[in-house]
């Protein structure tokens, strides 16, 4: 299928519009801290941000693994959190005060397919499961912006662990929740709900990370609250977000993307300089932060990691 129309992550930096104005309200709303009702008064944007509040919140911030670090300066949280890809919220980059929308308690996790049990476990149940630490990565957008943020949240693996598949499943499918009614975005033509896959050796590399957390926080809603899958040697689409359902399958998942333009995205999507997307180069890319133009890495700089994963692949189309 052929799509004329430019998507919110081809938009020029220039597009973007910071919100600062809502996010000093968000700070106010968060000093009110855990456990208080959070309503929403006349300074605020609407009662979208009236809800309960995080029963998660003690969890951040997490201990830092120093083995996961970068060496440049951290992307200002402002700019990391003011200039989104959320296509149910919009296709522009400026989705923050759309998605405030997003209602994430209560949040039921799926895990089926070829498991030993499929298991539904709320989301607040799952965290006291899983491992919290806090990482910093690089993330590298298909489009050619990148940032560096410190996330929070557990090996992708803590959770394939926890859903005990099969033996026969070869790759773990992760699906956004479907709610047109909460995400006008998903009333359009789009292949709805937003997915992505991984192969099993993919998803339990200890690089795989679901973030429940961003800047020592619970992660905010426009980055894909309360948990998102984070790749960092991956073109930033494979790392979906506002998870609902796990699924382990022995079928090669189509991603969101992949259905629709195969011509451009691909399952892989590995990161490298020198594989063009067919309409631009991805030699370089803009650091979002510093807006300095910086030489882009093979695997996004994580070959160390992962470059054995692709042995024996040659053949297939890994790079976008
Ligand atoms: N997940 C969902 N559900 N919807 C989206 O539109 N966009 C993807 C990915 N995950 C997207 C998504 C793209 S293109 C990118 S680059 C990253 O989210 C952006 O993550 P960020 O906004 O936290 O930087």
Not at 273 to 292: C, F, K, L, M, N
Request: proline share 8%; with cysteine.
């Amino acid at each position: 299928m052929l799509i004329k129309r430019r998507r919110g992550w081809e938009l020029k930096e220039s597009e973007a519009t910071p919100e600062a104005v809502f996010h000093g309200r968000r700070r106010v709303v968060q000093a009110l801290g855990a456990g208080a009702i959070l309503s929403a008064g006349p300074g605020f944007a609407g009662p979208a941000l009236a809800q309960w509040a995080d029963p998660t919140a003690s969890l951040y911030p997490a201990k830092r693994n120093e083995k996961y670090t970068v060496k440049e300066p951290l992307t200002p949280e402002e700019t990391a959190t003011t200039y989104n890809n959320f296509y149910e919220f919009g296709t522009s980059k400026s989705v923050v005060k759309a998605a405030q929308a997003l209602k994430t308690r209560p949040w039921t996790v799926k895990i089926d397919g070829m498991v030993e049990k499929p298991i539904e476990v709320a989301f607040d149940e799952l965290m006291k499961a899983m491992p919290v630490e806090e990482r910093l990565y690089r993330h590298r957008c298909v489009e050619a912006w990148s940032m560096k943020v410190p996330w929070s949240g557990f090996p992708l693996k803590a959770l394939v662990d926890y859903a005990k598949p099969l033996g026969s499943a070869k790759y773990v499918e992760m699906f956004t929740f479907n709610d047109p009614k909460m995400a006008p975005g998903q009333n359009s033509f789009y292949p709805w709900p937003y997915n992505e896959g991984l192969t099993m050796a993919e998803a339990t590399n200890e690089l795989t990370f679901i973030s429940t957390g961003l800047y020592g926080k619970p992660i905010h809603k426009q980055n894909g609250a309360p948990l998102r899958l984070t790749v960092p040697w991956k073109y930033g689409f494979k790392s979906v977000k506002s998870i609902v359902r796990f699924n382990f399958t022995d079928k090669r998942p189509k991603g969101f993307w992949e259905q629709l333009q195969a011509s451009e995205y691909g399952f892989w999507a590995n990161v490298n300089p020198e594989v063009s997307h067919p309409r631009w180069s991805q030699a370089q890319e803009t650091d979002i932060g510093t807006q300095e133009k910086i030489p882009t890495l093979l695997f996004n700089g994580y070959g160390e990691y992962v470059a054995d994963l692709y042995k024996g692949l040659e053949k297939e189309r890994l790079w976008a």
